[in-house]
């Protein structure tokens, strides 16, 4: 244990918790200083971006500035008086239109063009008198276009074509023009200077490329790379700044495209990326890792010491297991106390698991027996899985393989098992019917077969018994019985279709030769009436907890198959008598005087009335109800109520007593005494066994666990307990009532 202390600065969990550590705190270190490179590449970006964005503007706008004042020139020559007497068709105002009236026009043209310092020339064209005004004279089209201005035929034609027509402001495609033979490249812009659909007067301007340049280079800036303008697709200027080598057309770029808001231009601007990492940047974040791994490696150091000391503990507590075995690992140490806990976990599990299938077979064999549900015991049914109703219809089969007991090999007894429940699925999905199955001791196997709808019409359940005896035969060579009852209707069908198949059994147990003793819940031997044990100890029950629904349910239930069965009225005599007879021992139980009912029944049989003989016993088993139910006030009534639910929900529970209900509903111990007798009509002791004892029996009728177990299963705290208690109940020790239900 010492060397097991001492090696922790060694050991390789130390390391591996070190190193884990490390990598813990250097990672987010690394990923931070990456991250903080990018973000300062991409806020350079950002900048870079917002620069050239506002320089983009800026470049929009100077040009939009310089077309708006082409549109206002226009505006303002629209106006001049000179202008508009010129478009006049007559000749009043010829008379005006002298030389010295003619250098003015002149003159006044001349300063108007020559404020736009990118325009080549300008002139005010009048197309009705093919007259052309110029800042160097007037001259006719012809000679205008011919000798001051000439363009080539394409060029002609669209001016021919546009100056007639109306045009508010539109700017041309560049062309090549010669000015006085002076080669220039222009793009013409034309005005209408009046607003109708053929103008008098048109202005005709030229944006000289050359001048348009210079002013871009001015008033552009040096930020740029390249500026296109566009018009409807058509490249109308382009301007590339000249680069040395091709170090710069191999940096990436990209473009703004802003639209005009003179005209119908676009102007795409591109400019360099010049976004890189800088020296600095790197070496801040180089600086900064290596300061936080230092930092990162102490503090990992620290931290993998404070958490191997709680697991240094636990390997301290574990390493007995291997005190002389010093090459186990720490960790294998841990997997192998996690192995067994995870063996323990599974071994419960399983367990769990044995009891929530022995408790659905409880509840399958208190359904054959006869089950009279309330909403407390439907909740127990849908808590299994098991979806019954009232409304659906009900058959029980019953497969017995009683020729084949001398088989001992477990083996072939577990094939068949396996077959004959492979089978009756097969058989039984085939019908379209839902089934459970479970163990009984009168039988091998137990099918409540269930549906929604009434089956069982033109022998359909006699079909599905021989089709399921037959595939048994043909798998193992073994053909069983299958018997079955009638198909009934509610939940108490179930009980009786059970105990019509057990008589059919024990009919052919009989002609064999191998009847049994009579099991527990049977119908008795040598009468005619039904009337089973199992409905017999419900009816006791339910008189004494004054249960009066429950109690008319199964009196009703025996009325009505007994009257199926057309019983002689000798017969049903008696068993009304065995119905009176439970009663009394129920009321002399319960310290209740019995003799006037005892006498008015004596009464009543005398008059061999059977109609009679079931109202009273009725109103005999209303009045121990009521007497149970309403003998006391209504708040205890209350309590007393909620102390009989939390006995029902909680007899498994070994900490149930007098005492615990004393603490939980805040009463003395003899308070809760005599409450819960007044409830019940008998004391708790007596109540408690009885709960307990039922599901017992079926425990160890299905020997799947010991008497011990069972013990522990139903509440008990030790098996002498529930020895003791089983022999006050049913008169005879639990291994002998195992040994009966062989």
Request: glycine share 4%; net charge neutral.
């Amino acid at each position: 244990m010492r060397h097991l202390r001492n090696k922790s600065f060694g050991s390789s969990t130390f390391r591996k918790t070190f190193l884990s550590y490390t990598a813990i705190l250097l990672i987010p270190i690394i990923v931070f200083s990456i991250l903080n490179v990018q973000r300062n590449v991409m806020e350079q970006k950002r900048e870079q971006y917002g620069k050239h964005a506002a320089d983009a503007k800026r470049i929009a706008d100077s040009v939009d500035n310089k077309l708006n004042e082409l549109k206002n020139l226009g505006k303002v020559l629209g106006d001049e008086t000179w202008v508009n007497k010129l478009m006049s068709n007559t000749n009043v105002f010829d008379g005006e239109f002298d030389l010295t009236k003619m250098l003015e026009i002149r003159k006044s043209l001349r300063n108007a063009l020559g404020t736009l310092n990118f325009l080549s020339f300008g002139a005010v064209i009048y197309p009705e008198k093919k007259l052309v005004l110029t800042p160097w004279g007037e001259y006719s089209e012809d000679v205008f276009f011919s000798s001051v201005a000439s363009f080539d035929e394409e060029t002609k034609r669209q001016f021919d074509e546009s100056l007639p027509k109306y045009a508010y402001y539109t700017i041309m495609q560049p062309v090549d023009m010669k000015l006085w033979d002076d080669p220039k490249r222009v793009i013409p812009v034309v005005q209408s200077l009046e607003v109708v659909n053929n103008p008098r007067a048109v202005l005709l301007l030229f944006i000289d490329v050359a001048y348009f340049t210079d002013f871009i280079q001015r008033f552009g800036g040096s930020e740029y790379e390249s500026i296109e303008i566009s018009s409807q697709a058509s490249s109308v200027y382009r301007q590339a700044r000249t680069s040395s080598g091709d170090q710069h057309s191999k940096r990436a770029s990209y473009t703004l495209v802003l639209p005009s808001q003179a005209s119908d231009w676009r102007y795409t601007i591109t400019y360099t990326d010049s976004t890189v990492i800088g020296i600095q940047n790197l070496f801040s974040s180089l600086l900064a890792i290596l300061i936080s791994a230092l930092i990162g490696a102490v503090t990992a150091f620290l931290l993998a010491k404070v958490s191997y000391r709680p697991l240094s503990a636990l390997l301290n507590k574990l390493s007995g297991a291997v005190r002389n075995d010093d090459s186990v690992s720490e960790y294998r140490l841990i997997e192998k106390s996690f192995d067994r806990l995870m063996n323990e976990k599974h071994s419960l599990q399983r367990t769990v698991e044995d009891y929530e299938s022995a408790a659905k077979s409880n509840l399958l064999l208190r359904l054959l027996k006869g089950y009279f549900t309330d909403d407390q015991h439907m909740n127990g049914l849908i808590k299994f899985g098991l979806v019954y109703r009232e409304d659906m219809y009900y058959c029980t089969m019953l497969i017995s393989f009683q020729t084949i007991r001398e088989i001992s090999d477990l083996e072939i007894i577990r094939k068949i098992e396996v077959i004959t429940i492979m089978v009756a699925e097969n058989v039984l999905n085939h019908y379209l019917l839902q089934y459970e199955m479970c163990e009984v001791t009168n039988a091998d196997k137990a099918l409540i077969v269930s549906s929604g709808q009434r089956f069982g019409e033109d022998g359909l359940i006699e079909r599905i018994a021989s089709e399921i005896a037959a595939e048994i035969a043909q798998a193992c060579d073994i053909r069983p019985d299958v018997f079955h009852g009638a198909v009934e209707n509610g939940l108490v069908g179930i009980s009786k279709s059970y105990y019509a198949a057990n008589e059919s059994l024990q009919v052919a147990l009989f002609s064999r030769g191998n009847a049994r003793v009579p099991q527990e819940g049977s119908i008795q031997k040598n009468v005619d009436y039904y009337y089973p044990t199992d409905w017999e100890v419900q009816l006791i029950n339910n008189l004494k907890i004054g249960n009066l629904d429950t109690l008319t349910h199964i009196l009703n239930e025996i009325s009505t198959e007994n009257r199926k069965r057309q019983l002689p009225d000798a017969s049903t005599v008696k068993l009304v008598s065995l119905l009176m007879e439970t009663m009394m021992r129920v009321l002399h139980e319960l310290n209740i005087d019995a003799g006037i009912y005892a006498k008015q029944f004596e009464s009543k049989v005398k008059a061999a009335n059977v109609e009679a003989l079931w109202s009273y016993v009725i109103e005999v088993g209303t009045l121990i109800c009521e007497r149970m139910r309403f003998s006391n006030t209504s708040s205890t009534m209350e309590v007393g109520g909620k102390m009989l639910h939390y006995v029902k929900e909680n007899y498994t529970s070994t900490d149930i007593s007098l005492k615990r209900l004393a603490y939980l509903f805040q009463m003395s111990v003899p308070s809760v005494s005599r409450m819960f007798k007044e409830v019940t009509g008998i004391n708790f002791n007596d109540y408690l066994c009885r709960l307990r004892m039922e599901p017992a029996k079926e425990l160890l009728r299905e020997k799947k666990c010991g008497v011990d177990d069972v013990a522990l299963l139903v509440g008990y705290e030790n098996v002498y307990s529930f020895k003791r208690a089983f022999v006050r109940y049913e008169g005879i020790k639990p291994d002998q009532y195992v040994q009966l239900a062989i």
